[in-house]
């Protein structure tokens, strides 16, 4: 199993870039699926971006298509995710997340293990 550890996160303001990273522990990094999801305050949390095991398929939330991309390093146990044009609706705090699969999969749902987040503010 891996553990996960947020950081990147900041204040920004709207129209400005972020990246966020997600550094995990553990030695079977390609075996999962990761994630990356949200939470605006008094809001459920929420898919943002997937990336499968080895990097090739991508699956992104339509409120970020075009605006947030998502990279992973297997070598270096890192995921990255790149904001740009940031809204103030992107304010959130950010939570990186992996699930073991063995397939290509990039799911939006069913994730069991979660990083404990770092905030994202987008100042208007």
């Known amino acids: 199993q891996v553990q996960l550890v947020e950081s990147g996160g900041g204040l920004v303001q709207a129209g400005g870039s972020l990246t966020l990273s997600c550094t995990a522990a553990?030695?079977?990094?390609?075996?999962?699926?990761l994630g990356w999801f949200r939470q605006a305050p008094g809001k459920e949390r929420e898919f943002v971006a997937a990336i499968s095991r080895v990097g090739r398929v991508k699956n992104f939330a339509e409120s970020v298509k075009g605006r947030f991309t998502m990279s992973r390093d297997n070598a270096k146990n890192i995921v990255v995710l790149q904001m740009k044009n940031l809204k103030p609706e992107d304010t959130a705090v950010y939570y990186c997340a992996a699930v073991h699969t063995v397939t290509g999969a990039t799911p939006s749902r069913g994730y069991n293990i979660w990083g404990q987040g770092t905030r994202v503010t987008v100042s208007s």
């Open positions: 553990g030695r079977t990094f390609s075996d999962y699926a």
